[in-house]
């Protein structure tokens, strides 16, 4: 089937989140749809699967125009869609997620289940997906989860299927058989649109590249474009994507954690006696598919986890048992990997978000008053130097595009003497400029002497900035390995496989 979207506009108030956007995919082709975080790419997709209407706009299916009142009407002219958030009922079977709103019945109205049992078990043959039509959704890893999504579509039939950011909780591993799956699926005729920001991917499996812009169809690329040409056009400049780093000159100075346990609310082991030291002037990345502790372990680092055990030494002096403020004040430099719930204050200028760790004494406050010159002077040098791009200071941080908002966040934590700088996720949401320039940064603190943790779950990322790479996998540390490990070893890692010859524990 033939899928063209003819001028298709969507606006939300004021905001012009799709602009007159052409695209055309054919059977048997996978069409990239490339662009940075809100570029606008969910959001047509969501006009095209009926979750939006458009303001403006066709959508035709073999030359036919369709009328979409929600995602049934889709689904029923052949359209399935893979989300980045999973759309399945955690506590249902396989078979059962498979046949919600699809349902088989016998007579009488009674549920078919073996009916879709045996669905599931036909197209998991077809595919090798080797999935338990009985198994629960929530007791399945995240990549056989994401299988189910796919059995999804296929058992209504789809013969358009939309992937929307689906590599985002895979293993690299996990990643390749889903490019396998969708090669498959391309070559027995299904017109599939891919989108994601990652350019290794968009190289890897696309026939068709297509690259959005604010909203806008900005161009096509060939798939034999090189990540720079990609990146050019995803931003409209030229990027560098590799940031230039020496070899790190270690200091005496060092953050040490030994024996760290993070216990949840329920009872549950979430961080399970990790150990690790990172000297100043190298970087340690915390890789792993999101959801293995790294959120929690840096919560522990800076003090916002309750129960902790074991010990976290910066410098020789112990930190567990500290409160937020204590360790702040001890020289700990944050970013958070949730910027608009725990980074910023989306209702406050960036004036403002520049001192909000800084609200009790010199500069900003002297004598209980508020020193408005020393602030706003403050927050327009590190506008400057850290290229927020806004109309100026007293802008309501929320305004921001994700990358300003980042670089106020980096701006405020990087503007105080540390001995400690703790980065989760710092360039999630962002585009691939600021991205650049985030990188740097973090090369420039550690080239400072200043021990630097990072956490991120995007494997080139990780690579890009580490001196060494600590694999977390249900809450353990699987090994902590050099940064020019082999690709396929810290997938089988991520995966909760222990290499040899490795610092850490095993899982």
Same mark, same amino acid.
């Given at each position: 089937?033939?899928?063209?979207?003819?001028?298709?506009?969507?606006?939300?108030?004021?905001?012009?989140?799709?602009?007159?956007?052409?695209?055309?995919?054919?059977?048997?082709?996978?069409?990239?749809?490339?662009?940075?975080?809100?570029?606008?790419?969910?959001?047509?997709?969501?006009?095209?699967?009926?979750?939006?209407?458009?303001?403006?706009?066709?959508?035709?299916?073999?030359?036919?125009?369709?009328?979409?009142?929600?995602?049934?009407?889709?689904?029923?002219?052949?359209?399935?869609?893979?989300?980045?958030?999973?759309?399945?009922?955690?506590?249902?079977?396989?078979?059962?997620?498979?046949?919600?709103?699809?349902?088989?019945?016998?007579?009488?109205?009674?549920?078919?289940?073996?009916?879709?049992?045996?669905?599931?078990?036909?197209?998991?043959?077809?595919?090798?997906?080797?999935v338990d039509p009985d198994a629960v959704v929530e007791d399945l890893p995240v990549g056989v989860q994401q299988r189910v999504e796919i059995i999804k579509a296929l058992a209504r039939d789809?013969?358009?299927?939309?992937?929307?950011?689906?590599?985002?909780?895979?293993?690299?591993?996990?990643?390749?058989?889903?490019?396998?799956?969708?090669?498959?699926?391309?070559?027995?005729?299904?017109?599939?649109?891919?989108?994601?920001?990652?350019?290794?991917?968009?190289?890897?499996?696309?026939?068709?590249?297509?690259?959005?812009?604010?909203?806008?169809?900005?161009?096509?690329?060939?798939?034999?474009?090189?990540?720079?040409?990609?990146?050019?056009?995803?931003?409209?400049?030229?990027?560098?994507?590799?940031?230039?780093?020496?070899?790190?000159?270690?200091?005496?100075?060092?953050?040490?954690?030994?024996?760290?346990?993070?216990?949840?609310?329920?009872?549950?082991?979430?961080?399970?006696?990790?150990?690790?030291?990172?000297?100043?002037?190298?970087?340690?990345?915390?890789?792993?598919?999101?959801?293995?502790?790294?959120?929690?372990?840096? &919560?522990?680092? !800076?003090?916002? @986890?309750?129960?902790? =055990?074991?010990?976290? +030494? /910066?410098? #020789?002096?112990?930190?567990?048992?500290?409160?937020?403020?204590?360790?702040?004040?001890?020289?700990?430099?944050?970013?958070?990997?949730?910027r608009n719930t725990d980074g910023l204050v989306g209702e406050f200028t960036i004036a403002e978000n520049l001192m909000l760790d800084r609200a009790d004494g010199a500069p900003f406050v002297?004598?209980?008053?508020?020193?408005?010159?020393?602030?706003?002077?403050?927050?327009?040098?590190?506008?400057? &130097?850290?290229? !927020?791009?806004? @109309?100026?200071?007293? =802008?309501?941080?929320? +305004? /921001?595009? #994700?990358?300003?908002?980042?670089?106020?966040?980096?701006?405020?934590?990087?503007?105080?003497?540390?001995?400690?700088?703790?980065?989760?996720?710092?360039?999630?949401?962002?585009?691939?400029?600021?991205?650049?320039?985030?990188?740097?940064?973090?090369?420039?603190?550690?080239?400072?002497?200043?021990?630097?943790?990072?956490?991120?779950?995007?494997?080139?990322?990780?690579?890009?900035?580490?001196?060494?790479?600590?694999?977390?996998?249900?809450?353990?540390?699987?090994?902590?390995?050099?940064?020019?490990?082999?690709?396929?070893?810290?997938?089988?890692?991520?995966?909760?496989?222990?290499?040899?010859?490795?610092?850490?524990?095993?899982?």
């Amino acid at each position: 089937m033939r899928l063209e979207l003819k001028g298709i506009t969507k606006r939300f108030g004021a905001l012009v989140a799709n602009d007159h956007i052409d695209l055309v995919v054919e059977p048997g082709e996978i069409h990239c749809l490339l662009g940075e975080n809100g570029a606008g790419k969910s959001t047509l997709m969501n006009v095209l699967y009926g979750l939006y209407t458009a303001d403006e706009g066709e959508i035709l299916l073999d030359g036919a125009v369709q009328r979409f009142t929600g995602p049934g009407d889709a689904m029923a002219a052949g359209i399935g869609m893979v989300h980045q958030h999973f759309m399945l009922v955690p506590v249902f079977t396989v078979a059962e997620n498979v046949m919600l709103g699809h349902e088989h019945t016998r007579s009488g109205g009674r549920l078919d289940l073996e009916a879709a049992r045996t669905q599931v078990r036909e197209i998991s043959a077809r595919f090798g997906f080797h999935v338990d039509p009985d198994a629960v959704v929530e007791d399945l890893p995240v990549g056989v989860q994401q299988r189910v999504e796919i059995i999804k579509a296929l058992a209504r039939d789809a013969d358009v299927l939309v992937f929307d950011e689906p590599t985002a909780v895979l293993t690299p591993q996990e990643t390749d058989e889903l490019m396998a799956i969708m090669r498959q699926l391309r070559d027995e005729g299904a017109a599939i649109v891919f989108i994601t920001h990652k350019l290794r991917e968009v190289r890897e499996v696309a026939d068709r590249i297509t690259v959005i812009r604010h909203g806008k169809v900005v161009g096509e690329a060939s798939p034999a474009a090189s990540d720079t040409e990609l990146a050019s056009l995803m931003v409209g400049r030229a990027v560098e994507l590799t940031v230039a780093k020496d070899e790190p000159v270690l200091r005496d100075n060092a953050l040490e954690v030994e024996h760290l346990q993070v216990t949840g609310p329920d009872g549950q082991v979430l961080v399970d006696d990790v150990s690790f030291t990172v000297r100043g002037g190298e970087v340690l990345v915390v890789a792993g598919v999101q959801g293995n502790g790294q959120t929690e372990l840096t &919560e522990a680092l !800076v003090g916002l @986890q309750e129960n902790v =055990t074991g010990s976290i +030494r /910066l410098d #020789g002096r112990e930190l567990v048992g500290r409160s937020v403020r204590q360790v702040l004040d001890a020289g700990v430099g944050f970013v958070p990997e949730d910027r608009n719930t725990d980074g910023l204050v989306g209702e406050f200028t960036i004036a403002e978000n520049l001192m909000l760790d800084r609200a009790d004494g010199a500069p900003f406050v002297r004598g209980g008053s508020l020193q408005l010159a020393t602030r706003d002077a403050f927050a327009r040098e590190k506008v400057a &130097e850290f290229d !927020v791009r806004t @109309q100026g200071i007293d =802008t309501k941080v929320g +305004r /921001l595009s #994700g990358g300003n908002q980042q670089k106020v966040v980096l701006a405020r934590e990087l503007s105080r003497e540390l001995r400690l700088f703790v980065a989760a996720q710092p360039t999630r949401g962002v585009d691939v400029g600021s991205i650049e320039f985030i990188h740097k940064r973090v090369v420039e603190t550690r080239d400072a002497g200043v021990p630097v943790v990072v956490v991120s779950t995007e494997l080139d990322e990780a690579v890009a900035l580490a001196d060494r790479i600590m694999v977390m996998y249900r809450g353990r540390v699987v090994g902590i390995v050099p940064s020019t490990t082999p690709r396929d070893v810290l997938g089988l890692m991520m995966a909760g496989i222990a290499p040899e010859n490795t610092e850490g524990d095993a899982a």
